[in-house]
């Protein structure tokens, strides 16, 4: 069994961590001892009543209200997750709170998307958006510029600064086999620096998810930012996960692809009184690829209700 990610530390562990998100300026509220609790767990289903068909090597499924553990396969080994870990970028940001700030797109954004052929929302350098403005630009079309823009303002400057609280929330939340080294989850410095493991990466989501802000923005296929003039031009953006608009129930979460992750999809449905998380790990060399494993097991377990 895995803590959940609502987990409460020791008050010397917690103060450390506290400590570091502090001196980072991206205090991130502790879980609260009200909702402490391990995660519940079920035995492992056998290999003949798995989902067929599934390409990802690595994968989890879970009951989104309880954390029961579904389905899995090889969920513990630390693999790259690419963009997913923009999820872990927008809620250090959430966390921090001050969304209605205006945040300048730094130059710097320009050399960082050319030098990975990252991902982009079409920012440009002068243009001027707040806070949460920039996090529609983060997950919807899955914007590097948006993860850049906002890791320098929060981290005050500092982009590393903005890693390190990464990095504390991810303990604070309970999760021992991740790792950042980049906010957009890129292969900076290595194709695997940056790491996680299947249930690690539902634990994050499922916190994520409990944030308003967040569950608002991932749910949308598409979003429309009107021009505000002398601030920023018109932006209509369309959300990377191929299960948003296409699959029934599909309320989130994130897509991740890189060469070293293949192609990952964080995802959330639901049908009835039940909701699943998921997560499906280098699924291949397309999102449809990662889309389609995403069904098929969604499917499996909806089909079980």
Sequence with gaps: MRLSGSFAVSGAVAGLLTTGLVAAGLAVAPASAAGAAVR????????ASAPPGVRAPYAELENAATGADMWSRTS??????????????AYVVIKAGDLSRVITVPSGITGYDKKYGASTAGLKPGEKLTAHELLYALLV?????????????????????FIDAMNA????????????????????????????????LISLGRDAMGLPVFAAIVKLAGYHLAAAP???PA?????????????????????????????????????????????????????SYAGSDAE?????DFGRA
């Design 40 to 47: 519940p767990g079920t035995a492992r289903v056998t290999a």
């Design 76 to 89: 513990n080994k630390e693999v790259p997750m690419g963009s997913i870990a923009k999820v872990m970028t």
């Design 141 to 161: 079309p899955s914007g590097c510029d948006a993860a850049y823009a906002l890791a320098e303002s929060y981290g005050s400057g500092h982009l590393s600064r």
């Design 169 to 200: 929330a991810a303990k604070s939340l309970g999760l021992t086999k991740t790792h950042f080294t980049d906010f957009s989850g890129l292969p900076d410095p290595t194709a695997s620096s940056t790491y996680s493991d299947a249930r690690d």
């Design 230 to 232: 002398g601030k920023h």
């Design 235 to 287: 932006f209509t953006w369309t959300n990377t996960n191929p299960l948003l608009g296409h699959y029934t129930g599909a309320i989130g979460i994130k897509t991740g692809q890189t060469n070293a992750a293949g192609a990952c999809l964080l995802f959330e449905a639901r049908r009835g009184k039940l909701t699943l998380i998921g997560v499906v790990l280098d699924s291949g060399d397309e999102l």
């Design 296 to 300: 098929k097991i969604l499917n499996w």
